[in-house]
T-cell receptor, first 111, second 113 residues
Framework: EDQVTQSPEALRLQEGESSSLNCSYTVSGLRGLFWYRQDPGKGPEFLFTLYSAGEEKEKERLKATLTKKESFLHITAPKPEDSATYLC????????????FGKGTRLSVIA | DGGITQSPKYLFRKEGQNVTLSCEQNLNHDAMYWYRQDPGQGLRLIYYSQIVNDFQKGDIAEGYSVSREKKESFPLTVTSAQKNPTAFYLCASSIRQGKETQYFGPGTRLLVL
């Protein structure tokens, strides 16, 4: 069974304090790994898709990396507006396989 | 602006009542999805549709029904058989089912009176 585990469940950072969020996964052949940002009471906003180990993608203060077992979302010099829940999802190869989501990491950045 | 719209933002259901959540997209996407989100849990797939007039059950389809009569629309009905319907419901779409990134709507919060 495909599984996604995100850690930590919650993270509190001071403004400017860089850190990383972890997404560990087990999947029978990875087709893609997805990162989303979700603000309270809103739908998830797409951030990145990673397809193969070693791939990296960046957007502003965020950088996503991928290995064969996990993905990291690095946040450099975060600002209060980066506060949100970050969701990770994986999709397995083969047929029409659905996304499997982790429970998310709730990030709070304090000014 | 292209995107996904969901309505209403809040919906209240009485005991024994069926309610329908609307999802519309103007992205010309073939595939559409419905997810349920509960506090402290990951998104769970209810139903998905790859093409008009076709849909498949997800992990938690019991107590729900869908239709896909138009490419742009994928309404979800929460029936009286769903005993614990209180949740945040999210609709998503992708260019096609399988590989492309899914984009989400703003969500509908369903509450039971």
């Amino acid at each position: 069974e495909d599984q996604v585990t995100q850690s930590p469940e919650a993270l509190r950072l001071q403004e400017g304090e860089s850190s990383s969020l972890n997404c560990s996964y087990t999947v029978s052949g990875l087709r893609g790994l997805f990162w989303y940002r979700q603000d309270p009471g809103k739908g998830p906003e797409f951030l990145f898709t990673l397809y193969s180990a070693g791939e990296e993608k960046e957007k502003e203060r965020l950088k996503a990396t991928l290995t064969k077992k996990e993905s990291f979302l690095h946040i450099t010099a975060p600002k209060p507006e980066d506060s949100a829940t970050y969701l990770c999802a994986v999709q397995a190869r083969g047929g029409n396989t659905p996304l499997v989501f982790g429970k998310g990491t709730r990030l709070s950045v304090i000014a | 602006d292209g995107g996904i719209t969901q309505s209403p933002k809040y919906l209240f259901r009485k005991e024994g009542q069926n309610v329908t959540l609307s999802c519309e997209q103007n992205l010309n996407h073939d595939a559409m999805y419905w997810y349920r989100q509960d506090p402290g849990q990951g998104l769970r797939l209810i139903y998905y549709s790859q093409i008009v007039n076709d849909f498949q059950k997800g992990d938690i389809a019991e107590g729900y029904s869908v239709s896909r009569e138009k490419k742009e629309s994928f309404p979800l009905t929460v029936t009286s058989a769903q005993k614990n319907p209180t949740a945040f419901y999210l609709c998503a779409s992708s260019i096609r089912q399988g590989k492309e990134t899914q984009y989400f709507g703003p969500g509908t919060r369903l509450l039971v009176l």
